[in-house]
């Protein structure tokens, strides 16, 4: 059987592995998830843009009781128009929502899938993608959060580790291209994340130049010019968050009941159970 055949065999078989994890969102209802109004707003908010010629809107303009707020301006913007844009084809934001979801939970589980069979073998690329669908973490996200922005972080984060290392390996300047296309949409997904994938990325990258590479000048050229490329191309996103955030009060983000301190767990939650969301 073709190579090629083989993988698109391991793909459908991923998709039926994640479809329980899907089920409830073969649906046109919402979630009663913490944060799941919060991403129809946005998409509903999203299209009354689009109606009005705005493509690409930095205000939402009916959010906030009629008041607006530059919410696509600073805060991550994928997600929401991946569902927007589901949601104006299927006539139904709720709909194009979950489905949203739905795609993203699954193209996951195949990005772990494509990196691990490319460093174990297809076994373990299976394993790892069953574990990455089916992490609590990940079903946490979804059906209690419902952080779709972060949760689509983790679509990019396996993507990124696999270009980075073809590229540290081979200094190929295709595999550059993934590194381009991967760091883009992760910095386009969830702020947080994207500083954090970013780091663990570059650090990754250069530990394999360093010790598993011969030809190193071509490789961290090539990771270096990927890496300024990508930040580059989301220069749209992250300049507005970098010169204009006195305008807004972005400390509130890191502060109060969103201050990282807060959610350490003590040791008598640990056995008894917490119920608590994080930030």
């Known amino acids: 059987m073709p190579a090629r055949s083989k993988s698109v065999i391991f793909c459908l078989f991923l998709v039926l592995l994640a479809l329980p994890a899907t089920w409830p969102l073969w649906t046109d209802k919402l979630l009663s998830s913490v944060d799941m109004i919060h991403a129809l707003v946005r998409i509903v908010g999203l299209l009354r843009c689009w109606e009005q010629g705005h493509v690409m809107s930095r205000w939402l303009p009916d959010i906030f009781f009629g008041y607006g707020y530059p919410i696509l301006n600073y805060y991550s913007l994928f997600f929401f128009y991946v569902g927007a844009g589901l949601s104006f084809f299927l006539g139904n934001p709720v709909l194009g929502l979950n489905l949203a979801l739905v795609l993203v939970h699954l193209a996951s589980g195949m990005g772990m899938f494509w990196l691990t069979s490319r460093m174990w073998g ?158």
């Open 122 to 279: 297809r076994a373990s690329g299976i394993i790892a993608a069953i574990v990455y669908l089916y992490a609590p973490f990940h079903l946490y996200e979804i059906y209690y959060r419902g952080a779709c922005a972060e949760f689509t972080a983790y679509l990019f984060l396996p993507l990124l580790i696999l270009a980075v290392r073809e590229v540290a390996l081979t200094g190929s300047a295709r595999w550059g291209a993934g590194v381009v296309l991967s760091l883009t949409g992760l910095i386009l997904s969830h702020n947080i994340m994207a500083a954090v994938g970013t780091s663990i990325a570059l650090i990754y990258g250069c530990f394999v130049i360093i010790f598993a590479t011969r030809e190193r000048q071509r490789s961290f050229l090539v990771l270096g010019a990927s890496f300024v490329l990508a930040i580059g191309l989301t220069a749209f996103f992250w300049m507005p968050i970098v010169f204009e955030h006195s305008y807004v009060m972005l400390s509130r983000l890191v502060g109060g009941g969103f201050d990282y301190s807060q959610h350490f767990l003590s040791f008598q939650e640990i056995l008894g159970g917490w119920g608590g969301w994080g930030a």
